[in-house]
């Protein structure tokens, strides 16, 4: 009996070390998510979400262009990228029959709460989904472009309206209302220029002075950002501003960059298969 009790003693102290574990490697995933960006920006801190947002709108008008239609789905796999970043969901791992990037299932890791309203939403719908979808189905399903019914409970609905909000909040956005003649609209423009500044050039920096040529090498954050502005179709708008000839320097290097096999970079070591896979999505779409 004696020895049984200890054993049992053991295995208790041994799950609970074990839940201790995992609750701190949850905590230090969100810290690295946070410090990962501090030498850029010691006060604000902005989803990847915001960022491409940010990147998509036109600072005085307020609202990204109309003829852009990659925006919306380029914000659903920021989500996605953000999720992992953080530790709450991963791509199962490969196997014989799914290798490739796009036919692995997004599975749950840890369904604690992030703080964004937007990230935790998509956290319940992957939680509650059964069977399990792969990266593509997702950004569909989150975008809403699905003929199935009974999944369209799945979109997330004002998703631009709900980051400008958070940007509102954050002190970088404010809102106005604007006369289309036909219809009025809910405008946000850039009040914060400092922090869009910093934005654009920081990913103009990645390509330029700090470019490595080796995407293992980038900050994960930046790689990501940079997939999410090309799928987004809002990459010219950080490059713009840059005289000809380094204009054509950034964009070389930005589209060798997205044209890279996601499914050579995804099994890389140091690799971050989420980025490549929503990279691979987008490439197929």
Known sequence: MTTLTHRARRMEVGKNSEKKAESEEDTNQDRSSDNEDSGDSKDIRLTLME?????????????????????????????????????????????????????????????????DVL????LKHIKATEPTETVQTWIELLTGETWNPFKLQYQLRNVRERIAKNLVEKGILTTEKQNFLLFD??????????????????????????????????DKRTLALLVLAHSSDVLENVFSSLADDKYDVAMNRAKDLVELD??????????????????AAFNKS
């Not at 890389?268 to 990279?279: D, G, P, R």
């Open 51 to 115: 960022e491409v947002l940010l990147l998509g709108l036109k600072d005085k008008e307020g609202y990204t262009s109309f003829w852009n239609d990659c925006i919306s789905s380029g914000l659903r796999g920021g989500i996605l990228i953000e999720l992992a970043m953080r530790g709450r969901i991963y791509l199962e791992p490969p196997t014989m029959r799914k290798k490739r990037l796009l036919d692995r299932k997004v599975l749950l890791k840890s369904d604690s709460p992030t703080g």
């Open 262 to 279: 996601p499914e050579v970079e995804g099994t890389k070591h140091s690799a971050t298969e989420m980025i490549w896979a929503v990279l």
């Open 185 to 218: 609209m809910t405008t946000h423009p850039v009040t914060n220029t400092t922090e869009k500044q910093r934005l654009v050039k920081k990913l103009q920096d990645s390509v330029l002075e700090r470019w490595v040529n080796d995407p293992q090498r980038m």
């Open 119 to 122: 990230l935790d939403e998509t």
